[in-house]
């Protein structure tokens, strides 16, 4: 009897993802909050304007809300101080780990190794819990 029976599982972290959006993205500050109900990402990002430069201090509430294969997609739910498209295709615009479009954020799962050594199958759960991305890969 296999001791995958149930899917193969599979962790992302707070860690994982902020190492991802600092290595990607002009972000500074950058600090990942993983809770039963959402994920918080907060931090600072440079954005120019005409001549200008600035530091915008941001953060952002995203829920899971669907899962397509091995992509997860969240929902921007809320963007403080300023809901503005342009930071967000700032940090989330990093394929392939994330892509931005219509206030969805999709996560390819396949971009981070420890999915990456099973090659075969697709999510078939997931949960999010106090500091952590739980899944499990079907085979």
Excluded: C, Y
Excluded at 37 to 52: A, L, Q, W, Y
Excluded at 83 to 91: E, H, L, S, T, V
């Amino acid at each position: 009897m296999s001791p995958f029976k149930n899917g193969i599982p599979i962790t992302v972290t707070e860690a994982m993802i902020e190492r991802i959006i600092k290595m990607k993205s002009s972000g500074q500050d950058i600090k990942v909050v993983i809770t039963p109900k959402h994920i918080v990402i907060s931090g600072t990002v440079e954005v120019k304007k005409m001549m200008f430069k600035k530091n915008v201090t941001f953060r952002i509430t995203l829920i899971p809300v669907h899962v397509e294969k091995r992509k997860i997609s969240f929902e921007l739910v809320k963007m403080e101080p300023i809901d503005r498209g342009f930071i967000n295709q700032r940090i989330f615009n990093r394929p392939p780990f994330f892509e931005f479009e219509n206030r969805t954020i999709k996560m390819d799962v396949n971009a981070w190794n420890i999915v990456r050594k099973f090659p075969v199958g697709t999510i078939k759960s997931f949960e999010l819990v106090e500091g952590a991305l739980k899944m499990k890969l079907s085979l």
